[in-house]
């Protein structure tokens, strides 16, 4: 008997991303559903997957054997990718290393912004959420020149940098000043059509 992957998540920015690695990395999986407005990440089941009640959470199974428990998206996304080399990071070592650049350039300088201020925007600190989300806009603009360059974010390939900057983009694309960011308005529209971010969103979507 084969093991099998789940992923389990709902339909949020950090699951999306895992979702869309293990489709880029053509792994096999099937999506579970955590319903956060039901509380179901904080349910018995899930806490015993992952104890912080956070999604996603992915699980490799053998029949009724748990083998393998991974939180964290970004542990995910580099786990898709070694599981399938060169599909989402370069082999040579100064192409990777752009590569990293990218995508934590993505995870600290827009990512994390983006949700410290969905945070404060909670706790009705809407100034410092509104201060943040600027911050998080003109560094979103810097990426323009990563793809004046190249084709991709990290290069001449789709890498884990492309899932890292589309997942938080689309996410604020109305805000984006598309006008002047003529190189991130191509790459956006390519990487949107791309059929494993198409199904990374769908993951957990109804149809
Ligand atoms: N650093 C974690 C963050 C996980 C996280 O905050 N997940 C959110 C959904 S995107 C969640 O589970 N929220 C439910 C809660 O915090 O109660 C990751 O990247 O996986």
Known sequence: MNSILELHGAPTGNCIRAAIALEEAGLAYTARLVDLSKGQHQGADHLSLNPAGKVPVLVERKGDETLFVLTQSNAIIFYAAEKAPERLLPIAADHRATVYERFFFFLTDVIAPSHSAFFLRGQGLSDGSARLVERMLSSIEMAEQFVSADA???????????????????????DIPWD???????????????????????????Q
């Open 180 to 206: 002047r960011l003529p190189n991130l308005r191509r790459w956006y529209e390519m990487v949107s059509v791309r059929p494993s971010v198409v199904r990374g969103f769908q993951a957990f979507s109804p």
């Open 152 to 174: 991709y974010m990290g290069g001449s390939c789709f890498s884990i940098a492309d899932i890292a900057a589309y997942s938080i983009m689309s996410s604020v694309d109305t």
